[in-house]
């Protein structure tokens, strides 16, 4: 049951709408930077690999198998490491996802206002950014005044952006914070339930140890 929410989670990331929309960008040869997919697709691997393992430790149970127990534990050490490893990776590339994001909006922005984007697509890209994240400019000054004079990147209530702050950066920053806490959450309850199991198989280990000496 674990392994089916973790691994429904991880769908869930992986073909959310926002996300999706943005990272399967492209500026002409550049893709835009999908490194956010790296933790995404470690969970739906452990997830799936949890429901089979815990097959695995239920069959072994019930068999009175140490065999199978035995195989149990050490999958969920190999799966404990993988989670620890996906933690670690998430902590040190948090803010670096965000930035590599925002460097690709910023250069899509620049050659869109620079007038480049019949060569390389910038204006669609840019444009699925505002739409996508309801937001414009990359900065406060740019996305105050940009809908002003660039109705055709912007949103057309040029009057109601002047008064909200609808800077792409904040709002890049607030949906890829908000999905790796989501991934960072699953990883926590991943790490609990798979120590808990470790103590559990080992206690039934040593239990039918005991049972065939006696």
Not at 84 to 95: E, P, Q, R, T
Not at 126 to 134: A, I, M, Y
Request: glycine letters at 8%; proline letters at 1%; hydrophobic letters at 45%.
């Amino acid at each position: 049951l674990a392994g089916g929410i973790i691994l429904g989670v991880a769908l869930w990331l992986r073909h959310d709408s926002q996300t999706t929309n943005i990272l399967y960008l492209q500026l002409g040869e550049k893709q835009a930077p999908n490194t956010f997919y790296v933790g995404i697709y470690i969970l739906i691997a452990v997830g799936a690999v949890m429901m089979f393992v815990g097959f695995l430790g239920c069959y072994g149970a019930i068999q009175e198998s140490q065999c199978l127990l035995g195989t149990f534990f050490t999958c969920l050490v190999i799966l404990f490491a993988c989670e620890v490893a996906a933690g670690i990776w998430g902590f040190v590339n948090k803010d670096q996802i965000a930035k590599d994001v925002k460097q690709f909006y910023d250069q899509a922005l620049q050659q869109a206002l620079m007038g480049e984007s019949d060569s390389n697509n910038a204006k669609a890209v840019v444009k699925t950014f505002h739409e996508t994240l309801d937001c414009c400019g990359s900065d406060i000054v740019t996305a105050t005044f940009t809908p002003v004079w660039r109705d055709d990147l912007c949103r057309k209530d040029s009057l109601k952006s002047f008064f909200e702050n609808t800077n792409c950066h904040k709002k890049i920053d607030e949906l890829f914070s908000g999905k790796l806490y989501l991934i960072g959450i699953a990883a926590v309850v991943v790490a609990v339930i798979m120590i808990f199991e470790m103590i559990l198989s080992m206690v039934l280990c040593c239990g039918i140890r005991n049972s065939s000496v006696y």
